[in-house]
């Protein structure tokens, strides 16, 4: 369903870090990375779409977030939610609900939310029932 998703940032070199960290640590590989335009894309091991690009805008403006927007990123396992939470604070997020349970979502949703260092949202989920 996805080609790929693409945020707006401003300062590259900060944001290339932070979704350096968070991207390897969820288990993507970084497709490519130019950085005199600058942008640069990371995806799944092995397969070539989707993408998630960040970049500054194409039109030269300065990236703004948006209102009502959020990029879902999926973990193995509540575990990875947790430790990616923690690593993306450490890396200049800032938090919007800290990892849990909402099973205002289905049973097994367990979800942790931040911001990137522009303010982009993000969130970090797995779906599966804890295994015993």
């Not at 805008?57 to 009502?68: C, I, L, S, T």
Request: aromatic share 10%; with cysteine.
């Amino acid at each position: 369903m996805i080609s790929h998703i693409c945020l707006g940032v401003n300062d590259f070199d900060r944001a290339f870090a932070f979704y350096s960290a968070v991207l390897s640590a969820l288990g993507h590989e970084l497709k490519f990375c130019e950085r005199d335009r600058p942008w640069a894309g990371w995806m799944a091991k092995g397969k070539p779409r989707p993408l998630l690009i960040i970049g500054r805008p194409y039109d030269g403006n300065a990236a703004q977030v948006g209102n009502g927007q959020m990029v879902g990123l999926l973990a193995i396992d509540r575990k990875s939610v947790d430790g990616i939470y923690t690593l993306a604070l450490a890396n200049g997020a800032t938090c919007e609900g800290p990892p849990g349970l909402r099973p205002e979502y289905h049973a097994d949703y367990y979800g942790a939310y931040f911001r990137d260092p522009d303010g982009n949202k993000l969130c970090v989920c797995c779906h599966d029932p804890v295994s015993e």
